[in-house]
């Protein structure tokens, strides 16, 4: 079984200072780092660092090419990346004294795929895939931050792909995406908040079970750690209690770990808590892809 991701690379730009920048104020930043990222790029080593079979599908401008020398490295299949002219995305990352982050994305060339292009790179993608026939147990994993997610949804689906969507960053396109389709959403409380409203995290939780009865639900609340359910399968997983460093990846690292642990035939809880954990340990590290921790140290 494979991940065949259609995502974003990134180039991260990240700046730590002393609190978030506020309207009109200019403030030093303490530290400065460029590093690879991106939530699909991040979701994407996350599993293949978690032995998951990955093939990226994206594009990036040659200044770019360093992020899937990145992935390569971590073990993804990068031969579904294009290489063009639209400029490499970008974050501008904030990180302040407390940990919170503020990002803003330049979208560049993750948007440059056209509805057609995503089928063919996912026909492609699936074709390279040794000795398989169906795509019954392979995995689309979506994010939003690339271009025509919606199409995607649908041709993952139709083309028999069980369909993991993550609608981050939430944007009001999402609710026009093609949700009924979905197989695993995994959502943290502002995306599921605004997918079908609700206060507590409870309440959120609940309203996402009762609008997509026939999908698997993870609402991941960073501290309030993780609301499940699979079925009749209801699983709640507590927050481990460390110090936080940055946040930037965390989401990322737990959906990638998830996803790679369903793989090698862990259950439902067995993978949620081992994802819980990886991304435990990426939020003791600074950055977004260099915190993904390695399978045997998360194992350990
Ligand atoms: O989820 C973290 C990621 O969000 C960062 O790596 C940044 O690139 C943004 O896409």
Redesign the pocket.
Known sequence: MAILNYG?L?V?HTYHVPHLVRPGETISATTFDVAP???G??QSAAAALASASVTHIGQVAEGGRFLIDELSARGVDTSGIRLGDVPT?R?I?QVDDAAENS?V?FSGANRAFAPGDVDSALDSAFERLPGEESAGGHVLLLQN?VAHVGHAIATGHERGLSVCLNP?PMTPAVADYPLELVDTLVVNEVEGAALVGGEANEEIFENLVAAYPHAAVILTVGADGVYAAQGAEVVRVEAERVEVVDT??A??TFIGYYLARRQVGDGFEGALRIANHAAALAVGRQG??PSIPALAEVLA
């Open positions: 974003s990134n991260d990222g991106g939530k790029a991040n995305g974050a990352i990002i994305l931050e981050a930037t990846g989401g990322d977004a892809m």
